[in-house]
């Protein structure tokens, strides 16, 4: 993370924020620009390069969404992205248009940064290495001048809209007293809770206490990197004590990149969760509500897996997160899956159906008025993984009648519980989260055998709440046989081929070979394993001038099977003659 300096155009608040310099902790280099694991593998590792294959062209890419990048200033008052770079510009971008950059702060003249320019706006909402390279426009604050003219600590008057659906925040800091921080992070949550704005903010690049901004943040996703190494701990006593951080991790060797990744990957979901909402009639955006902050942080929470974290992962029932590693890492493919499945409502009492193995909802509830929702585990089935996240935004409100705004929070405290209800409603406790801290409850189950699961979304005080869940299943004897006449042969290679890319509610009629819910290439390999290998092609093979991509892939893949089969079929036809 870049250090804050006071640049130039700000000189007239430099009592206030030259001291917010000088307390920002800075252990940026060089040597964050060398990533260990280079931009496609991390994509890969958080499912986006799967998502590439089974969408193609019709994946979301942020085009449409209002975001913005809060960015550090270098010690000349440099904080810009270099608009022209190759990042940025229409050669590469999927509409072939540049991205527009729009001054926040006014101080454009002072230059660019390769931490504003590579780092973050790359990884956020670049062509090459984002996950949103259709995001078109962008409005730029410099750090100092959004803590002063947008929060308004300098004139302390109410913070300004933010008309944003996504936020970066890649730095960190402190002011020299607590009260200040308590004051700004009251400030950012009252700005994230009333403008419905996903905001992703940054840790330091060392294992040492958590800095105070923006980390301490109640409402905004904070993001460490998957080795480990980043700021880590319980939030302090001045700003809602005990809560863990970060929320989640991103498999990059900087935070200010994991931190622009998962606002990318924040892009990519918004500008679903508009276009779904398009589709049935709901216009603008505060009125969709899965664009909702909470909903938003509930999908990219409760979408994170938890192999990939060394020494594995634990939580407890009264620490819905991980000690280091929050919710655990990014993946965008379960995500998305969650968002695609749709709102579920919550019922009243006793659900008369099943919700969808993927899905989320966003309502109220109120003491007394729980909220249950259904799972259902088929027979002949294991849930390989059950993922729940209950999210809601702590509430900052004006305490004062006058000019002056003073900001005073109120946490409100949900629950979730899951029972096993197979043979009677809620009748078997399974697993609670019952956080009295934290703003985030999570239920992280495994090897859930067939039957009915109730989810139960309770509270002390009235609240709106964003849920979402995934709910991974496999068969227990997994079976390439798709029309079920006993033979594995090419009627079933064509169920396979038509159901290609179905990514949710998948059956084993239509493709499904394994119980997931999709039709993938994984269930193209378990028809070839009982079909037999495809036939082997010897001799040269001359004009190969690229690997193909995985669209290409496919086509050659469908081809060399089809024309397998076809063989066969001739081969047949012939012996029977004979």
């Known amino acids: 993370m870049e250090k804050i300096l006071q640049p130039a155009v700000l000189m007239r608040w430099r009592p206030v924020l030259l001291v917010v310099a000088a307390f920002f902790t800075s252990s940026f280099s060089a040597a964050h620009v060398c990533q260990a694991m280079t931009v496609a593998e991390a994509l890969d590792e958080i499912g986006y390069t799967r998502l590439v294959t089974l969408l193609g062209d019709s994946i979301p890419n942020g085009a449409g969404v209002a975001i913005s990048q809060v960015e550090s200033s270098d010690s000349l008052g440099a904080?810009?992205?270099?608009?022209?770079?190759?990042?940025?510009?229409?050669?590469?971008?999927?509409?072939?248009?540049?991205?527009?950059?729009?001054?926040?702060?006014?101080?454009?003249?002072?230059?660019?940064?390769?931490?504003?320019?590579?780092?973050?706006?790359?990884?956020?909402?670049g062509n090459q290495s984002s996950l949103a390279g259709g995001a078109n426009e962008v409005t730029v604050y410099e750090a100092n001048d959004w803590l002063s003219n947008v929060l308004n600590l300098a004139n302390n008057q109410e913070p300004l809209a933010q008309p944003f659906r996504v936020q970066n925040f890649s730095w960190v800091g402190s002011f020299p007293s607590d009260s200040q921080d308590r004051k700004a992070l009251r400030r950012f949550d009252y700005i994230i809770d009333t403008n419905e704005v996903t905001a992703v903010v940054g840790l330091g690049n060392d294992t040492e206490s958590l800095p105070h901004l923006l980390s301490h943040s109640y409402n905004a996703l904070a993001v460490g990197r998957t080795d480990g190494t980043h700021s880590t701990g319980v939030t302090q006593n001045f700003y809602g004590p005990g809560r863990i951080k970060p929320d989640l991790v991103v498999p990059r060797t900087t935070t200010s990149a994991a931190t622009a990744m998962t606002s990318s990957a924040a892009t990519l979901l918004h500008e679903w969760m508009a276009d779904s909402a398009e589709l049935i009639g709901t216009t603008g955006s505060v009125e969709i509500p899965g664009a909702r902050s909470e909903v938003m942080r509930a999908l990219l929470l409760a979408g994170a897996t938890k192999e990939e974290i060394a020494g594995g992962w634990s939580h407890t029932t009264t620490q819905p997160l991980d000690n280091h590693f929050g919710a655990g890492e990014l993946n965008i493919y379960n995500s998305y899956l969650m968002a695609l499945g749709g709102q579920f409502s919550g019922s009243f009492g006793e659900p008369s159906n099943a919700v969808g193995t993927h899905g989320w909802d966003y309502q109220e509830v109120t003491p007394g008025s729980d909220r249950f929702y259904n799972f259902e585990v088929p027979v002949g089935s294991t849930a390989a993984e059950l993922s729940v996240v209950l999210a809601w935004n702590v509430q900052v409100t004006d305490s004062n009648s006058g000019s002056t705004f003073l900001g005073s929070e109120s946490l409100a405290n949900l629950d979730l519980t899951l029972y096993n209800s197979t043979d009677a409603f809620s009748d078997l406790l399974l697993d609670e989260s019952l956080s009295t801290v934290d703003n985030v409850e999570h239920l992280y189950l495994t090897d859930l055998s067939p039957g009915t699961y109730t989810l139960q979304v309770s509270t002390q005080s009235a609240h709106d709440y964003g849920l979402a869940w995934r709910l991974n299943t496999l068969f227990d004897v997994p079976s390439a046989d798709f029309n079920e006449d006993g033979l594995v042969g090419g009627g079933d290679f064509l169920t396979w081929q038509r159901n290609y890319r179905s990514l949710l509610d998948a059956t084993h009629t239509l493709?499904?070979?394994?119980?997931?819910g999709d039709v993938d290439v994984d269930d193209l390999a378990a028809f070839q394993l009982a079909f037999g290998p495809p036939p082997v092609f010897s001799g040269p093979i001359s004009g190969i001038v690229s690997v193909p991509e995985p669209g290409a892939i496919i086509l050659a893949l469908l081809l060399a099977v089809g024309l397998w089969i076809w063989c066969r079929r001739l081969r047949t036809m012939r012996l029977l003659v004979r």
């Open 79 to 125: 904080y810009f992205p270099d608009e022209n770079t190759s990042l940025f510009t229409a050669a590469t971008d999927p509409f072939s248009e540049s991205v527009d950059f729009i001054d926040g702060s006014g101080g454009e003249a002072e230059g660019t940064t390769n931490h504003s320019t590579n780092i973050v706006g790359g990884n956020f909402y």
């Open 511 to 516: 493709g499904d070979s394994d119980g997931d």
